[in-house]
C-alpha cells in the first residue's frame, strides 16, 4: 500500500506548543527533482495482511523532501552530512520574503543587517505557487550567485529555501556557483521547507538531518518558533 498525500502537506500551522512544523511530509506521489528517481513510501509489512506489524519501507534519495546539502553533494572529498555540526541549525533564525518573481538578488538584501553567523530562511513566490501541486516546477525562485556571494560576504552560516534548490535548475551553470559559494564557505543549506504559512521575522530553529554516514545530504525535520 502506497503512501501517498494526505494531512499536512498544505500550509505550515503552529502547533498548540508555539512550533511550526516547516517539513515536506514524505509521500509517494511528492515532488521530486526531475534527475533523480521518484520517492516511493509504501507499507512492505500489513497486520491487516497477516503480518506481524504494520512497517513502512522507505525507497528514497537523500535529498527527498525537506533535507540539508553537505559539502561532498558538489565538492569532491567536502565534508559529509554525519561531519555536520549538532548546532549549526538549532538556534535563532531569520524568515526574510523576497518579493522578486526571478530570484533572490543582491540588490533586494542590501537593506537587511545582516550579523556574522546568521541562520536565514527565504520564503518567496515559491511558497505561494509551489505548493499547489506536486508536480515538479521547474522555473521556482532561486538564490542568484550575486545574492549567493552577498550573503558569504555577511558571513551567515545557514541559508534555507522555500524550494527544491537554493540554485536554478534553468542555469546549470548559476546553479553550480551558488551551492558552491555557499559550500566554499562553510554555509550549511537547508532546501525544501514550507514557509507558505508562516510571517517574516525572527524564529528558533531546530533542524536536524538524518545521521547517514558519509552522506552529501539528509532528510531533515525542520521546525520553528517565533522569538
Known sequence: ????????????????????????????GMRYWPENKPPKIEFFELRSKGGHTDCIGLDIISHTG???DAPLHFIPD????????????IGPARVIESKDAESIKAEELVPYDFQPGERVLFKT????KCYKTDDFIKDYIYISPEAAHFLVDKKISVVGIDYIAVGSRLY????????MTF?????????????????????????LPLRVRNGDAAPARAIIKPI
Open 1 to 28: 500500500m502506497n503512501i501517498t498525500k494526505g494531512s499536512g502537506s498544505g500550509k505550515s500551522k503552529p502547533a498548540k506548543s508555539g512550533w511550526i512544523d516547516i517539513s515536506w511530509p514524505l509521500y509517494t
Open 66 to 68: 525537506t533535507h540539508i
Open 183 to 207: 559550500f566554499k564557505n562553510g554555509v550549511w543549506i537547508l532546501e525544501a521547507i514550507n514557509l507558505s504559512g508562516v510571517k517574516p521575522g525572527p524564529y528558533e530553529l531546530i533542524c
Open 78 to 89: 567536502g565534508a559529509t552530512i554525519d561531519t555536520m555540526p549538532l548546532d549549526a541549525l
Open 172 to 179: 546549470r551553470d548559476k546553479n553550480v556557483e551558488t551551492h
Open 125 to 128: 513566490q515559491n511558497s505561494l
